[in-house]
């Protein structure tokens, strides 16, 4: 089976950097999925990890350690577009994906 | 490309009522996925296909049938609904299997009074 375990909400200050933790236990490593969505609109593909390590793209960078179970999106130069759930989530063959219930991040002024 | 179309975006239906979830993409996707998402509950997925004409269950599909007769259509049929299946469906496709990301539709708002 899987599990993912994310915290439920975070907050930080526009301009800010803020880090979304995620850990998880599988029966088989496929890689990590991270997702972006706004309040009532459809998740987003943001990175996807498969090997250990820190891989940035812009203002966001997304970190894999397979021998912890654990990831992390870190996000930098805070902008209040950024205001949105991150869900991360773990292919688990067999067609399916497990997601995580997101972290609902709130960018104040 | 449109990419992953949802009709309706909001419905609202009588406890026992049918009705059709309408999903099609654009984007010659093979795998194509029914997901619902409940407050607090993340995305649960209801049923998946591998290609046309093959469909199969996921996590939570009571209450729930798919078919899919062409590549780019996958409807969600519910059947009597219930107060239960409130809830925001999410239809979604990828190219290949699980490693490959996902494309969602906008999403569809049902409640079931």
Request: aromatic letters at 12%; glycine letters at 10%.
């Given at each position: 089976?899987?599990?993912?375990?994310?915290?439920?909400?975070m907050?930080?200050?526009?301009?800010?950097?803020?880090?979304?933790?995620?850990?998880?236990?599988?029966?088989?490593?496929?890689g990590?999925?991270?997702?972006?969505?706004?309040a009532?609109?459809?998740?987003?593909?943001?990175?996807?990890?498969?090997?250990?390590?820190?891989?940035e793209?812009?203002?966001f960078?997304?970190?894999?350690?397979?021998?912890?179970?654990?990831?992390?999106?870190?996000?930098?130069?805070?902008?209040?577009?950024?205001?949105?759930?991150?869900?991360?989530?773990?292919?688990?063959?067999?067609?399916?994906?497990?997601?995580?219930?997101?972290?609902?991040?709130?960018?104040?002024? | 490309?449109?990419?992953?179309?949802?009709?309706p975006?909001?419905?609202?239906?009588?406890?026992?009522?049918s009705?059709?979830?309408?999903?099609?993409?654009?984007?010659?996707?093979?795998?194509?996925?029914?997901?619902?998402?409940?407050?607090?509950?993340?995305?649960?997925?209801?049923?998946?296909?591998?290609?046309?004409?093959i469909?199969?269950?996921?996590?939570?599909?009571?209450?729930?049938?798919?078919?899919?007769?062409?590549?780019?259509?996958?409807?969600?049929?519910?059947?009597?609904?219930?107060?239960?299946?409130?809830?925001?469906?999410?239809?979604a496709?990828?190219?290949?299997?699980?490693?490959?990301?996902?494309?969602?539709?906008?999403?569809?708002?049902?409640?079931?009074?």
């Amino acid at each position: 089976g899987q599990n993912i375990d994310q915290p439920t909400e975070m907050t930080a200050t526009e301009g800010a950097i803020v880090q979304i933790n995620c850990t998880y236990q599988t029966s088989g490593f496929n890689g990590l999925f991270w997702y972006q969505q706004h309040a009532g609109e459809a998740p987003t593909f943001l990175s996807y990890n498969v090997l250990d390590g820190l891989e940035e793209k812009g203002r966001f960078s997304s970190f894999l350690s397979r021998s912890k179970g654990y990831s992390y999106l870190l996000l930098k130069e805070l902008q209040m577009k950024d205001s949105a759930s991150y869900l991360c989530a773990l292919p688990g063959g067999y067609q399916k994906v497990t997601f995580g219930i997101g972290t609902k991040l709130q960018v104040i002024p | 490309n449109a990419g992953v179309t949802q009709t309706p975006k909001f419905r609202i239906l009588k406890i026992g009522q049918s009705m059709t979830l309408q999903c099609a993409q654009d984007m010659n996707h093979n795998y194509m996925y029914w997901y619902r998402q409940d407050p607090g509950m993340g995305l649960k997925l209801i049923y998946y296909s591998v290609g046309a004409g093959i469909t199969d269950k996921g996590e939570v599909p009571n209450g729930y049938n798919v078919s899919r007769s062409t590549t780019e259509d996958f409807p969600l049929r519910l059947e009597l609904a219930a107060p239960s299946q409130t809830s925001v469906y999410f239809c979604a496709s990828s190219w290949g299997r699980d490693t490959d990301t996902q494309y969602f539709g906008p999403g569809t708002r049902l409640t079931v009074l």
